[in-house]
């Protein structure tokens, strides 16, 4: 059974810091690739980071420099981010997706705030 758990969402003053973490079971995180999105109320979900099983990383243009996603071991994909804004605010979701056969699995969401 494939399970993704995301943990590290918390409310944070403009300009700080928080690291999400995404736990995988069940999959192989070499064959996946790995997506954080973010949906905050009102707005639809959109991508703000990724990575492949092979390292490469792609950006949304809103978070470029400020966010850093990456593989930690075998089962974790991180979300570092960096010089958080009000804007920032939403849920936000891991996703696992195979490249090959186009199946998709996510996570609940982990919710962050920034607010002063």
């Known amino acids: 059974q494939v399970q993704l758990v995301e943990s590290g969402g918390d409310l944070v003053q403009p300009g700080g810091s928080l690291n999400l973490s995404c736990t995988a079971s069940g999959i192989t995180l070499k064959i996946y690739s790995i997506e954080w999105h973010r949906q905050a109320p009102g707005n639809q979900r959109e991508l703000v980071a990724s990575i492949t099983g092979s390292g490469t990383t792609t950006y949304a243009d809103a978070v470029k420099g400020r966010f850093s996603i990456s593989i930690d071991g075998k089962k974790t994909v991180n979300l570092q981010m960096n010089s958080l804004k009000p804007d920032d605010t939403a849920v936000y979701f891991c996703?696992?997706?195979?490249?090959?056969?186009?199946?998709?699995?996510w996570g609940r969401g982990t919710q962050v705030t920034v607010s002063s």
């Open positions: 996703k696992a997706r195979n490249p090959y056969s186009g199946q998709n699995y």
